[in-house]
């Protein structure tokens, strides 16, 4: 999904359409994920945000065992529901 961020949330309409269905809790899309982030209910609302990764120093690596850190950039796709909230999706 990380092509998604190359242009507006609003001219990908998949990605639109992927969001209505974790919201609904579809089984044919949580089965496109390697886990289910939502095990027990469909989440109410859903956004998504830009970060920056970037490798971790030798040192760092060795000392956490971390490869990335991540800065974060902002908001890429507002709060958005099935109903109501800030944006409704339908």
Same mark, same amino acid.
């Given at each position: &999904?990380?092509?998604?961020? #190359?242009?507006?949330?609003?001219? $990908?309409?998949? #990605? /639109? $359409?992927?969001?209505?269905? /974790? /919201?609904? @809790?579809?089984?044919?899309? !949580?089965? #496109?994920?390697?886990? $289910?982030?939502?095990?027990?209910?469909?989440?109410? *609302?859903?956004?998504? %945000? %830009?970060?920056?990764?970037?490798?971790?120093?030798?040192?760092?690596?060795? +000392?956490? @065992?971390?490869?990335?850190?991540?800065?974060? +950039?902002?908001? *890429? &796709?507002?709060?958005?529901? /099935?109903?109501? @909230?800030?944006?409704? !999706? +339908?």
């Amino acid at each position: &999904m990380w092509f998604a961020a #190359l242009s507006r949330y609003e001219q $990908n309409p998949w #990605l /639109l $359409n992927f969001c209505a269905r /974790l /919201l609904e @809790g579809s089984p044919e899309v !949580l089965a #496109l994920l390697q886990r $289910n982030p939502f095990p027990h209910t469909p989440p109410r *609302y859903i956004r998504a %945000v %830009v970060y920056d990764y970037h490798f971790t120093s030798f040192t760092t690596r060795q +000392k956490t @065992g971390a490869w990335w850190r991540r800065e974060f +950039k902002g908001l *890429y &796709m507002p709060a958005v529901s /099935l109903r109501g @909230g800030e944006q409704a !999706l +339908k």
